[in-house]
């Protein structure tokens, strides 16, 4: 359970009933009152082997920016909700790309107007939209500090005419929301990695194992549910370790996940700024740069060569189709 070192807060959020329920469950810590939660001058300042300690801090905000972003993979739109970042230190993280250091979890508490407008998006539109609600951060996890999971799916529920909400979770605390009545209305897609990846690459998240059995408990309290194999990592021996991977999963999710699953598999990009701040924050970890195996893509960024990941998706699909042949893989990438 995650149990902050110190908080920065705007003092607007004492407008906001989740902000005064946040100050004072965590009246104990010590508090530092900033302007802008985008702009911590002091945590910007901080060295790059000083990332680990800045994820133990907890910044808490009003979410100003609501711009919703056409997507066109597992949903209609991403959007802005209730945090960005983690608590988590995925040495691949794309937040750490684009936030450089600032990747430590932010909360926000106006969470009515988020909801709101998704409502309002939902409810007059012609079609069923999706909306996913966890691009910037991990809702599983936010959801044991703030229970905004919770509060989430029963006022989306209730009001919304149409329209679903989707999110995905490296986290295996599901429990607080089994016994709710999602009425096919959410999309829960589990991340996935072999083992020996997350206890290398994944630090602080939930185990393979406790994953897989948040998917069975997600179907079995009727959540629609999506399974990611992401990101691909090209180790050594990744062909066996996927495979493995994929065969476990066909031996121990449920029947009824088996039975309408749909998995997403998208290999790892990585950049400049993972590889200097991996290098200082994680020094004894592995290196996930592979200039052989490597492209640039974009300034800074990087990505496994067309030729290598075509190779490996036709592998990938051959697994697939052996051990998962009813179930649909929406995209690989």
Same mark, same amino acid.
């Given at each position: 359970?995650?149990?902050?070192? /110190?908080?920065?807060?705007?003092?607007?959020?004492?407008?906001?009933?989740?902000?005064?329920?946040?100050? &004072?469950?965590?009246?104990?810590? +010590?508090?530092?009152? $900033?302007? /802008?939660?985008?702009?911590?001058? &002091?945590?910007?300042?901080?060295?790059?082997?000083?990332?680990?300690?800045?994820?133990?801090?907890?910044?808490?905000?009003?979410?100003?920016?609501?711009? %919703?972003?056409?997507?066109?993979?597992?949903?209609?739109?991403?959007?802005?909700?209730?945090?960005?970042?983690?608590?988590?230190?995925?040495?691949?993280?794309?937040?750490?790309?684009?936030?450089?250091?600032?990747?430590?979890?932010?909360?926000?508490? /106006?969470?009515?107007?988020?909801?709101?407008?998704?409502?309002?998006?939902? =409810?007059?539109?012609?079609?069923?939209?999706?909306?996913?609600?966890?691009?910037?951060?991990?809702?599983?996890?936010?959801?044991?500090?703030?229970? =905004?999971?919770?509060?989430?799916?029963?006022?989306?529920?209730?009001?919304?005419?149409?329209?679903?909400?989707?999110?995905?979770?490296?986290?295996?605390?599901?429990?607080?929301?089994?016994?709710?009545?999602?009425?096919?209305?959410?999309?829960?897609?589990?991340?996935?990695?072999?083992?020996?990846?997350? /206890?290398?690459?994944?630090?602080?998240?939930?185990?393979?194992?406790?994953?897989?059995?948040?998917?069975?408990?997600?179907?079995?309290?009727?959540?629609?549910?999506?399974?990611?194999?992401?990101?691909?990592?090209?180790?050594?021996?990744?062909?066996?370790?996927?495979?493995?991977?994929?065969?476990?999963?066909? &031996?121990?999710?449920?029947?009824?996940?088996? =039975?309408?699953?749909?998995?997403?598999?998208?290999?790892?990009?990585?950049?400049?700024?993972?590889?200097? $701040?991996?290098?200082?924050?994680? +020094?004894?970890? $592995?290196?996930?740069? =592979?200039?052989?195996?490597?492209?640039?893509?974009?300034?800074?960024?990087?990505?496994?060569?067309?030729? $290598?990941?075509?190779?490996?998706?036709? %592998?990938?699909?051959?697994?697939?189709?052996?051990?998962? +042949?009813?179930?649909?893989?929406?995209?690989?990438?």
């Amino acid at each position: 359970m995650f149990y902050p070192k /110190n908080i920065y807060y705007e003092k607007e959020i004492l407008d906001f009933q989740l902000g005064q329920e946040l100050m &004072e469950k965590y009246k104990n810590v +010590p508090k530092i009152e $900033i302007e /802008n939660h985008n702009n911590i001058e &002091e945590m910007r300042k901080k060295s790059n082997k000083e990332f680990p300690y800045m994820k133990q801090s907890l910044i808490l905000g009003i979410r100003k920016t609501h711009k %919703f972003t056409e997507n066109h993979k597992t949903s209609d739109f991403l959007v802005p909700y209730t945090s960005s970042g983690c608590t988590a230190s995925c040495m691949y993280c794309y937040l750490v790309c684009n936030y450089n250091k600032c990747a430590y979890l932010r909360l926000f508490v /106006n969470r009515e107007q988020m909801l709101d407008k998704i409502l309002k998006t939902a =409810n007059n539109s012609e079609k069923e939209l999706t909306f996913e609600i966890g691009s910037n951060s991990d809702l599983i996890l936010e959801n044991s500090i703030t229970n =905004n999971l919770v509060w989430t799916i029963e006022n989306f529920v209730k009001r919304a005419d149409k329209g679903y909400l989707t999110f995905p979770t490296k986290f295996d605390m599901v429990d607080p929301i089994l016994n709710l009545d999602s009425k096919g209305k959410i999309i829960i897609r589990i991340s996935v990695n072999p083992e020996k990846i997350i /206890n290398k690459v994944e630090f602080g998240t939930s185990r393979l194992d406790g994953r897989i059995e948040a998917i069975n408990k997600l179907a079995d309290a009727n959540y629609k549910v999506g399974i990611l194999i992401a990101p691909i990592i090209l180790v050594e021996n990744w062909k066996e370790l996927y495979t493995n991977l994929i065969k476990k999963l066909s &031996e121990k999710l449920s029947p009824k996940v088996k =039975n309408q699953a749909f998995f997403e598999i998208i290999f790892m990009t990585y950049s400049y700024i993972h590889t200097k $701040i991996n290098e200082e924050a994680f +020094p004894n970890a $592995i290196n996930l740069y =592979n200039k052989e195996l490597m492209m640039v893509r974009g300034r800074g960024k990087y990505r496994y060569k067309n030729e $290598i990941v075509e190779e490996g998706k036709i %592998f990938l699909k051959e697994q697939m189709n052996k051990y998962f +042949p009813n179930n649909k893989i929406e995209y690989m990438v």
